[in-house]
């Protein structure tokens, strides 16, 4: 039985700092933990749960740990069992181990667990994010209204729209009505803003059509909405929603404190309205009889709050105290971390300057700065700032210092090298430069590998097929290597489409017919007059290969998308011009229609597309990827880096 926190360090064999033990050992009351980057958050967790268990103020079994990812519910729950195992508390075999698993899935058991109590039927099926896009295509491409202010909108954006719109919904907390009262309230404010010359200004006019854009689209989600539930489906958004419905119900919440003696909240930064809601509903309440002053830990940085457009609302931790108060309703106690165990000096010296700086902008309640060990183990680190006169001249110096890190021993492996990039295009064309180096390299995420020029060639055939209007996927087509069309013919080829889309002249009598609907360049490519001949027979085959390709359109996704990877591998001069097929993308993009279509067979390529779209743009995070323990330098975006560690970046 310990009797000081201070055991721990011999124990578990951690110099666990002064900062860390007062979070560890912290009173069995709400708490929060302010950790700074870097400051050994994980570690803090997994010892306060040997703390409360080995000091008797907690069975192992009665523990309750959530995060976000499965990766990182795995890793703490890794590193509590064996923080126990070594402190003699548990034996794994016992079956009395802490209960660590991610937000959504602790909802979706409290669901089908007290789901009766709401009248919440189980044994809904639940939708992937692909199935999801699936259910909103069949929204959009059913939906019999005008779309005034969304006309000019592709089926694939419009699809992403309606299911991030119902995920926001969810999220919140809130309904189409009051998001509709809302909007028409702030339609009204807009209206009577101050004008310029008689005209709105450029971003009022722009929120105006925003917000009527907004309006618009509410129908559609409600449908979504409707036909998720006719069809018993239901999503981590909507089980969230429900299990926030749940806390309200008393016998759940006496149910959930009797079974957790002590809660762990990993990154509540992250956490959003419905799992805010859903977490004090359970666990804290306006008196000690309905849960107020239930041991709670929460430990997060405000300052390292990056997913508000995803629905995280970072006011979460800094409302803390208030909303998790102790029994006798003061507000809970605050635990900063400020001594980051992972960077060395220059390193802590530039982040401190750079959040002084933008704390002078926006003030955030985080640590004032980061401090280095006292045992200066971090050591000095490095800091470099190169500039470039061109992106090419960057991306090789990227691959030769790679190289000169591992061949001079300063770093161990590849796999120790991280290259962090602000989009998905940069990853993928660094990828291809390090790949002509001989550097390995593995991008994370599927979002970088549907950038490389292969799996976006295939991406915008697919794109031309669902939509021949899509005009951009055409032109990325025909100045492909590939087709190799000149400027020349491809301005000739845009002022023919406006000369074919041009309306008649007016009738003898007067009277102006209607207008046409504007040509796309494709269908301006049935008339090769006036282009050379070789320009003219790429059209031909062009438009052959194309009307092939819409044979597949009727079978499955798979096939369509195989038989279009085909058509462009066909042509030994695309891999030959740098697109080795082994480093193309195409095989993950095919695995990814493969899982998009497990769901249901009749699935639509407008839908499928909208999902591969939402995989591949910056900052939407579907799931966090797994880095892979491949001996390659890693390829990642700066959102998705968050978390991991590395030797050089």
Known sequence: MLSNPAQLREILGIRYSEEQLAAIGAPLAPGVVIAGAGSGKTAVMAARAVWLAASGQVPPGKLLGLTFT??????????????????????????????VTT???????????????????????????????????EVVEGWPGDLEHSSQYSPMWLTGEVRSLAHQLRSHLATA?????????????????????????????AAIEATWRRLELLPLVERYEELKSARGYVEF????????GLAAVPGVGRALRGE?????LDE??????????????????????????????????PGQAIYGWRGAAAANILEFPRVFPNADGSPAATYPLTINRRSGRAVLDAANAVSEKARAQVPVESPEALRLRPDAENGEGQIEVLGFETDLEEMAFIGERASALVVSGQVQSWAKIAVLTRTNAASARIYQ?????????????????????????????????????????????????????????????????????RPPQEDVDGSAPPKSEPQSLLEAMSHPEGFPPETARRFRRFTAELS???????????????????????????????????????????????????????????????????????????????VSNSDAVKLITIHKAKGLEFDAV
């Open 70 to 99: 499965r990766k990182a519910a795995g890793e703490l729950a890794g590193r509590v069992r064996a923080a126990l195992e070594r402190a003699g508390v548990a034996n794994p075999a016992d079956g009395e181990e802490p209960l």
């Open 103 to 137: 937000y959504d899935a602790f909802a979706k058991q409290l669901v089908e667990d007290y789901g009766f109590f709401a009248g919440v039927e189980s044994g809904a099926k639940l939708l992937t994010a692909g199935a999801a896009y699936r259910v909103a295509a």
């Open 177 to 205: 009505a009051q998001v509709r009262e809302l909007s028409e309230r702030f339609l009204r404010q807009l209206e009577a803003a101050p004008q310029y010359r008689g005209k709105p200004y450029k971003d009022v006019e």
């Open 237 to 244: 958004a909507d089980l969230m929603a429900q299990a926030a």
């Open 260 to 264: 957790f003696a002590a809660v762990m």
């Open 268 to 301: 509540y930064q992250d956490t959003s309205a419905a799992q805010a809601a859903l977490l004090s509903g359970l666990f804290s309440g306006p008196d000690s009889e309905a849960g107020r002053g239930h041991p709670v830990t929460a430990v997060g940085d």
């Open 433 to 501: 430069e390090l790949g002509r180096q001989g550097v390995p390299a593995e991008i994370v995420g599927l979002g970088g590998l549907l950038q490389l020029p292969a799996a976006q060639d295939v991406l915008a055939t697919l794109r031309l097929l669902a939509d021949p209007t899509e005009n951009p996927s055409l032109v990325r087509l025909l100045t492909s290597p590939r087709w190799a069309i000149g400027k020349h013919d491809l301005a000739h080829l845009g002022w023919l489409a406006k000369m074919l889309a």
């Open 548 to 626: 092939h390709l819409r044979e597949f359109a009727s079978g499955s996704l798979v096939d369509l998308a195989q038989a279009v990877a085909q058509a462009l591998g066909a042509d030994a001069e695309y891999f030959a011009l740098g697109a080795d097929p082994r480093l193309s993308g195409i095989p993950e993009l095919l695995q990814a229609v493969a899982d998009y279509e497990d769901f249901d067979r009749q699935a639509s390529l407008s839908g499928l597309l909208a999902y591969l779209d939402a995989v591949g743009s910056d900052g939407v995070g579907l799931e966090q990827p797994a």
